[in-house]
């Protein structure tokens, strides 16, 4: 027997990826209102929609879905114009939609206030006379654009082509990447063992079996990976509303949405993009007026684009507007106490300054940038996935966020190190360098712990067994290995027994009875087939003494 | 015989001196006590982190977290439990059986001055003048402290 509920979560699902295809195509709809082909697609996905909204008894959904195809309908017809004022009309009522789905999934029965919406449509239905009239002779004209628009309904036609794909969940992908793993690590174990035997036949067999092995690993990692699109969609989106409630003009331009990477990275990259985005349309371009009266093109342009560069991915975010003033930034951190007076700083630094927390450079909060998430957060976010955050930035030419990382988070190099009979891995991306310091070079400062002399910087020093509160006997500072990490602003270096290696790490979370714990950012299991933890560095470090260092940084 | 296979079947496992079961459905495996690496900044009952064939889950102490002295004999075994979304393993003296007790044989908690205790205490069982304490493991290892603190600091990064 079917499960009705679970027939009822599977449609849910699809719907929103309904509701998703859908506003892609409004979007499209406005910027090229005479392409029959975008319609059609709209008109049948709504079609779709209606009748399994039905078939699994979502009454209000049906209903919903089905005055909304009788508008569409309309628009079909040619019985309305497609203009902006209907656009916004389509894209209303698609969010409402998208809420009455959201509600769905969470309770069965939800209903949801349709009524002003349903309002809407009906305003808009009753077009104005002449539009009428004149919507005959446009009919012509689609005819005859028809032939000449062929090539672009190419790209709508092929991805209704008969999609091969399934849809997986991802607790199976994940079981089979713990498989995956284990299969990697047996595989070294096998290595190791067969490199001491005689027999031949059985050594070249364990060496083609760990070809294949590594294959195995390399397709089940892209398994994980998702394109950008629906992500670089909803930004379109988030363009066209801010600059309407801005009354900015806007043209946005998107690159290489079919970029793709790991689906963890892309969830948590959200938000930070989001906000980049409203930060370029609300901060970086100029009103209409300003940007005339500066002999700028009026219509202000934003451009995304996305790209493998290096092994890594990079995004970048690029407006035409007024740029940053370095002088004006440092003038506005001294007056928010974030620098201390007369500070002077390279011009790089200064544009960093924007992602200090407390600082906004427009007097006034807006209702688009200033909701509460800062570029602090954007920062710290971006930084949380590995990853790192650059400005480009030119006084009255513009400015350009390149927003640069990992492909993959589920596999990174790490550092194996030693604490006595402990181990940790520490991502290879976080060590700047290691080295077997002088003794002479540690110094005790009282009131700052101690203090690394490397070639000439001070760098505060922790032990990582104080840090980790393990009792052990003090080894010699000879006898030790200091790590030095330069993510954060401050650099900051630790002292530990001693490095085992380095290797591939598959990322295992830790358990929900573990997400209390501070400090590290997983597990992973090492040759030897024992777990170990993953030492998220900065998050150990005692917080109070960089902010110490800070200062000094500051007054210096 | 036939009435049995409706009773809820438990698994029964010693600690120090005492029986204990928890229902089997939340049983996954048991095994042998592993190899495991702490971890630090945890409480004492927590022993560290196994890998159980590529999936790494956390060990504990159920006779620590009870305050159990643990018997003399080295007979241990860890049950690995699924206690959604949490998969845990379980350290206890012995494993018994399992057993599928009629309803007539449970007795709920009693009322006692360790309000503590009767939180995780579910029922009794009495079999053969032995009493087997049928707890719910969740509520014995304080499983909700974690999941409501990691709940709210969920919401504290999203808003």
Same mark, same amino acid.
């Given at each position: 027997m079917i499960d009705d509920g679970d027939l009822r979560q599977e449609f849910l699902l699809e719907a929103q990826q309904l509701v998703t295809d859908t506003e892609q195509c409004f979007l499209t709809l406005e910027t =090229?209102? !005479?392409?029959p082909s975008i319609l059609e697609r709209i008109f049948r996905l709504a079609h779709n929609l209606k009748g399994s909204a039905q078939a699994v008894g979502f009454a209000q959904l049906a209903e919903f879905s089905h005055k909304f195809e009788s508008f569409l309908l309309k628009l079909k017809k040619k019985e309305l114009a497609i203009t902006p004022s209907v656009v916004n009309v389509l894209l209303a009522c698609n969010d409402r939609i998208g809420v009455i789905i959201q509600a769905l999934s969470t309770d069965f029965s939800a209903q949801v206030p349709i009524d002003d919406v349903m309002e809407m449509i009906v305003i808009a239905s009753q077009p104005p006379s002449e539009v009428q009239e004149a919507s005959l002779e446009p009919q012509k004209e689609v005819i005859a654009k028809f032939s000449f628009a062929a090539e672009k309904v190419d790209v709508p036609k092929a991805a209704h082509s008969p999609d091969e794909s399934i849809r997986v969940s991802v607790a199976r992908v994940e079981r089979l990447l713990n498989f995956v793993g284990e299969l990697v690590i047996l595989q070294t174990v096998l290595n190791e063992q067969s490199? =001491?035997? =005689? +027999?031949i036949g059985l050594r070249k067999t364990v060496h083609q079996i760990g070809k294949v092995t590594e294959e195995v690993q390399e397709i089940s990692m892209s398994l994980r990976m998702v394109p950008l699109k629906q992500t670089f969609q909803k930004l379109q989106r988030i363009v066209r509303d801010t600059s309407s409630l801005l009354g900015k003009k806007i043209e946005f331009e998107m690159h290489g949405e079919d970029t793709e990477l790991d689906k963890s990275v892309l969830e948590s990259l959200g938000d930070p993009l989001v906000h980049l985005v409203r930060n370029a349309v609300d901060h970086g371009v100029e009103s209409n007026a300003l940007r005339l009266e500066r002999g700028k093109p009026e219509i202000g342009h934003i451009a995304l684009r996305a790209f493998h560069h290096g092994g890594k991915l990079v995004i970048e975010i690029e407006d035409d507007g007024a740029g940053l003033d370095a002088n004006k930034l440092i003038k506005k951190a001294i007056e928010k106490n974030i620098l201390p007076p007369g500070s002077e700083l390279s011009e790089r630094d200064a544009y960093d300054?924007?992602?200090?927390?407390?600082?906004?450079?427009?007097t006034e909060v807006t !209702?688009?940038? &200033?909701?509460?998430?800062?570029m602090d957060v954007v920062k710290t976010n971006i930084e949380r996935l590995q990853g790192d955050v650059r400005i480009d930035t030119a006084l009255g030419i513009g400015t350009t966020f390149r927003v640069t990382l990992p492909?993959?988070?589920?596999i990174v190099d790490g550092m194996v190190i030693r604490l006595q009979n402990h181990r940790f891995v520490i991502p290879?991306? +976080?060590? +700047?360098e290691s080295i077997r310091p002088n003794p002479k070079d540690i110094h005790v400062v009282s009131g700052l712990g101690e203090i690394f002399d490397l070639r000439g910087e001070n760098i505060p020093m922790y032990r990582l067994d104080s840090l980790l509160g393990i009792k052990r006997k003090a080894i010699q500072d000879h006898d030790g290995i200091v790590i030095v990490v330069r993510t954060r602003v401050q650099p900051f270096c630790i002292f530990v027994d001693d490095i085992l290696g380095q290797q591939q790490i598959v990322i295992k979370r830790l358990g929900a009875e573990l997400?209390?714990? =501070? &400090?590290?950012s997983g597990s992973a299991i090492l040759g030897d087939g024992r777990p170990a933890l993953i030492l998220e560095l900065s998050d150990i470090i005692p917080k109070s003494k960089v902010l110490k260092t800070n200062d000094m940084k500051g007054c210096a | 015989m036939q009435e049995n296979s409706h009773n809820i079947r438990y698994l029964s496992f010693s600690l120090g001196n005492e029986e204990y079961a928890i229902p089997?459905?939340?049983?996954k495996e048991v095994i042998a006590i592993p190899e495991v690496t702490p971890i630090p900044?945890?409480?004492?009952?927590?022993?560290g982190l196994m890998n159980l064939r590529g999936q790494v889950i956390s060990v504990l102490d159920l006779r620590t977290k009870l305050g159990i002295k643990p018997s003399t004999s080295a007979e241990n075994a860890v049950i690995i439990c699924d206690l959604d979304p949490i998969s845990l393993g379980v350290i206890v003296d012995s494993i018994n059986s399992v057993v599928s007790p009629d309803e007539n044989e449970l007795s709920g908690r009693p009322d006692t001055q360790n309000a503590k205790a009767s939180e995780y205490i579910t029922n009794i069982y009495r079999k053969n003048e032995k009493l087997i304490l049928i707890i719910n493991l969740a509520k014995a290892l304080s499983i909700d402290d974690y999941k409501a603190i990691s709940g709210s600091e969920k919401a504290k990064e999203a808003a």
């Open positions: =090229e209102p !005479d392409n490199s =001491e035997t =005689e +027999h300054l924007i992602f200090a927390s407390g600082f906004s450079t427009k !209702d688009v940038s &200033g909701r509460g998430v800062g492909l993959t988070l589920a290879i991306s +976080h060590v +700047h997400q209390l714990l =501070e &400090g590290f | 089997l459905l939340v049983v900044f945890t409480p004492n009952y927590f022993l």
